[in-house]
């Protein structure tokens, strides 16, 4: 499957954004699907992820309340709705795949995830 994520932008600190990640290749719907942020000078950063059903979510502490993921297997996109956004949401956002068994114990370790998009770029100025 090959990702391809969109929708960033520059916002200001509480406004929103929705970003979207497209797959094309085999059926998006096998695969557990994340979002990973990289901020300037920091290492790589869980943000969600949600089970290939769509039928759990998981987020990281410091987003919860505040992002939203979702999925539509039928338009192999998943989405990541993000409010209230704070200017250290800042980063590039990264949409990945995963099909590691028991995803429930292991959906922010991102090696777990064997495919990656090209990552779309969130500023959100103060």
């Known amino acids: 499957v090959q990702l391809q994520a969109f929708g960033g932008g520059l916002v200001q600190a509480g406004d929103s954004l929705k970003l979207s990640c497209s797959a094309s290749?085999?059926?998006?719907?096998?695969?557990?699907a994340g979002w990973f942020r990289q901020a300037p000078g920091k290492g790589r950063e869980f943000v969600a992820a949600?089970?290939?059903?769509?039928?759990?979510?998981y987020y990281v502490e410091h987003v919860k309340g505040r992002f939203t993921i979702s999925r539509l297997n039928t338009k192999n996109t998943v989405y990541l709705q993000m409010n209230n956004l704070k200017p250290e949401d800042t980063a590039i956002y990264y949409c990945?795949?995963?099909?590691?068994?028991?995803?429930?114990?292991?959906?922010?370790?991102?090696?777990?995830?064997?495919?990656w998009g090209k990552g779309t770029q969130v500023t959100v100025s103060s």
């Open positions: 990945a795949a995963s099909i590691t068994a028991s995803y429930s114990a292991h959906y922010s370790n991102a090696e777990r995830y064997i495919q």
């Open positions: 290749g085999r059926a998006f719907g096998n695969y557990h």
């Open positions: 949600i089970r290939r059903s769509g039928d759990a979510a």
